[in-house]
């Protein structure tokens, strides 16, 4: 069965702080996301990658950077996390164009 | 950019109860995903739609390509259905371009 592991659930940092959240999938995928998900904005693609090394901005990209080393894994860093950065981080993977998404299962993020 | 739109945004229905939450989106797209996510959970994807109509247990899902349109029905509602349906429309292009409704939050009492 599909697997994306999402290595905190609950994380909680210090303002100015860098963080890393990382991501796992055991499917051989080549496409993986990260999103935040925030009370009555829905889920916002922060980053994606489409293959090992390569990375593209999504929607929300300012405050975040990724790294994508090997092909089952994905990071998101914060580079100086600020109390915005609050939020639920979900992880998905994806196989190819019209394919399901599969979903980490989040890491609440809280940054005082 | 897709703007996409789900309603209702609160559902309440008693056990049993035939449910339907609706999904329309503005621009042309190559498919059409609905995802459940549990108090507290992760998000688990339920269906993933480019034409017409596929079922899974109790669950249904319909697109209409013409009118824009989606419907995720549940037949005979249970309590443990209770969660946030979202909507999600996948563009014509990569597949990073996927844009999300904000979601249905449905309350299934006995």
């Known amino acids: 069965d599909v697997k994306v592991t999402q290595s905190s659930r609950y994380l909680v940092k210090r303002t100015g702080e860098k963080v890393f959240l990382e991501c796992v999938q055991d499917?051989?995928?080549?496409?993986m996301f990260w999103y935040r998900q925030d009370p009555g904005l829905g889920l916002r693609l922060i980053y994606f990658?489409?293959?090992?090394?390569?990375?593209e901005k999504g929607d929300i990209p300012e405050g975040y950077s990724v790294s994508r080393e090997k092909k089952e894994r994905f990071s998101l860093i914060l580079e100086s996390a600020s109390t915005n950065q609050t939020s639920m981080y979900l992880c998905?993977?994806?196989?190819?164009?019209?394919?399901?998404?599969?979903f980490g299962n989040g890491t609440r993020l809280t940054v005082t | 950019k897709n703007e996409v739109e789900q309603s209702p945004q609160n559902l309440t229905a008693q056990e049993g109860e035939f449910i339907t939450i609706n999904c329309s989106y503005s621009?042309?797209?190559?498919?059409l995903h609905w995802l459940q996510q549990h108090p507290g959970g992760g998000i688990v994807s339920l269906f993933m739609?480019?034409?017409g109509k596929k079922k899974h247990g109790r669950l249904i899902a319909t697109i209409n390509i013409q009118e824009k349109h989606s419907s995720l029905h549940i037949t005979a509602s249970h309590p443990r259905d209770s969660a946030v349906y979202i909507c999600?429309?996948?563009?014509?292009?990569?597949?990073?371009?996927?844009?999300f409704g904000t979601g249905t939050r449905l309350q299934v009492t006995l």
């Open positions: 998905a993977s994806l196989d190819r164009l019209n394919s399901p998404l599969h």
């Open positions: 499917m051989d995928h080549e496409n």
């Open positions: 990658s489409y293959d090992v090394k390569m990375k």
């Open positions: 621009v042309g797209i190559s498919a």
């Open positions: 739609l480019s034409s």
């Open positions: 999600a429309v996948g563009g014509t292009g990569t597949a990073s371009k996927l844009t």
